[in-house]
């Protein structure tokens, strides 16, 4: 049973991996230089980009804690249906390190406040089952 819990353990950490490596900037090819006598093309900077929503970035939580936080384990604490403020406070606490984990501390850091706000949005309006 303990190998089952290190599975989602690691399983969570990946999908937070991959959140993460998501927002890394790309590196695109160099333009190909215009035709001699053709106007070139007007590059715009780019615009803002919009934050992942509170649906998406809860889906790295989805290895440990269920989909949509559903997941009724031991080991895990379920997430669907708490409260905003209790799953934020959390989050900040152990971003900040001051409640210790093994793995959270390490995943929360990956979140912005607002982000952090978005996800406990999200799994406060999902109904437990």
Known sequence: MRLHHLTLVLIGLVFAIGLLGANAPAFAAPAAPAAVGTPAAATLPPGPKAPPSGAAMAQTCAGCHGTDGRLHAAAFMPLAGMPKAQLAQAMRDFRDGK??????????????NGEIDAMASYFAAVKPE
């Open 99 to 112: 409640r210790p984990s093994t793995l959270m501390g390490h995943v929360a850091q990956g979140f912005s």
